[in-house]
């Protein structure tokens, strides 16, 4: 899992919750990412950035919120408007194209 | 979107077989990269091959990559119990304005003992 801590790693939300994952790295990149897991299922990106204060929207970022105020750090903020939340959710960095993730989050929604 | 696409989606083998799993993809890259995850676990990252290559090596591992036909194969040979695992293909290219990886739907492999 290299330098990338995800937390917490089971997290279980009411409906109508809002509930924001960890994604922290010490590896110095600049780019990092939210995926997306359904089970046997590939990745879907949610959200992505590139540098520090800039994020982009990926495929499915409907109900999602992002911030980038620290180098280190992207956490991923799963709101009420996301109708199905449960999920695998896998944080990123990356240099030179290549990924490096972390141990995940499972999400599950009561 | 899911750009790259395994064939098979669940191979079993038993150990000491080669396991051979296949990936295609639609438009342009940069590179396709092959991950490796465990059970409820992150993406392990383990071999690039750029567009301008052929074919790629890395211990046990085997790559080849066809751009004429948008497709790559990943060979694992003399498998291992502990191979057990799904990969996926990722392909590197531009989507708007950023180079971003989009992954396949995955090959379970599962190798007996």
Redesign the interface.
């Known amino acids: 899992d290299g330098g990338i801590t995800q937390s917490p790693k089971y997290l279980f939300r009411k409906e109508g919750q809002n509930v924001t994952l960890s994604c922290e790295q010490n590896l110095n990149h600049d780019a990092m990412y939210w995926y997306r897991q359904d089970p046997g299922q590939g990745l879907r990106l949610i959200y992505y950035s590139q540098i520090v204060n800039d994020f982009q929207k990926g495929d499915i970022a409907e109900g999602y919120s992002v911030s980038r105020e620290k180098k280190e750090s992207f956490p991923l903020t799963v709101t009420s408007a996301q109708k199905n939340p449960t999920a695998f959710y896998l944080c990123a960095s990356s240099i030179a194209g290549i990924s490096f993730f972390g141990p995940g989050t499972r999400l599950t929604v009561l | 979107?899911?750009q790259?696409e395994e064939d098979p989606q669940a191979l079993s083998i038993q150990e000491g077989e080669n396991a051979t799993m296949n990936c295609s993809y639609k438009t342009s890259i940069?590179?396709l990269?092959w991950?490796r995850q465990n059970s409820?676990?992150?993406?392990?990252?383990l071999i690039?091959i750029r567009s301008n290559e052929r074919e790629k090596h890395s211990g046990r591992l085997r790559v080849t990559l066809d751009t004429s036909k948008k497709s790559s194969s990943l060979l694992i040979t003399a498998s291992r119990a502990a191979d057990t695992a799904s990969y996926?293909c990722?392909t590197?290219a531009v989507r708007?304005?950023?180079?971003?990886?989009?992954?396949?739907?995955?090959t379970?492999l599962t190798v007996l003992p």
């Not at chain 2, 409820?40 to 990252?45: S, T």
């Open positions: 979107s899911q790259g940069n590179n990269q991950y409820g676990r992150g993406l392990v990252h690039l996926f990722a590197d708007g304005s950023a180079r971003q990886l989009t992954f396949g739907s995955g379970q």
